[in-house]
């Protein structure tokens, strides 16, 4: 089966939340970008946009009755960037972490517009 998207790590903001999760956790994670790689639609379970913060997506994991989300965008059509994580313990969006991706989205693009590759 061939892959639909790529995905990237800007930074070690993604690999400080990952490496900080139990091995369980890591595994579900793992499955979760592998569908986000592979499908040809991706559930609106598993990954949908922020609605109203400038392309900015999440990546939506549950594992027993822990909700963690991941921040990504997508770059060049088929490149998901992924951003920070956090562990969601409330309904409420969690503006600290959002502002935070949308920090890291902005240098993304910054870093790259002045020519590095990732």
């Known amino acids: 089966m061939e892959s639909k998207r790529k995905l990237i790590h800007f930074r070690n903001y993604y690999w400080d939340f990952f490496n900080s999760l139990t091995d369980k956790v890591k595994d579900k994670i793992d ?29 939506r994991i549950e594992y027993e009755s822990n909700i963690y989300r991941i921040f990504c965008c997508f770059d060049e059509g088929n490149i998901v960037v992924l951003f920070n ?29 002045k020519g590095n590759k990732k």
Do not use: C, H, S
């Not at 979760?32 to 639609?41: F, W």
């Open 31 to 59: 499955y979760v970008l592998i569908l986000v790689t592979m499908a040809d639609k991706i559930p609106k379970k598993f990954f949908d946009q922020m609605v109203g913060y400038d392309g900015l997506f999440e990546i």
């Open 85 to 113: 994580g956090f562990q969601k313990k409330t309904q409420k969006k969690p503006k600290k972490e959002i502002e935070k991706a949308l920090r890291i989205k902005q240098e993304y693009f910054e870093y790259k517009r």
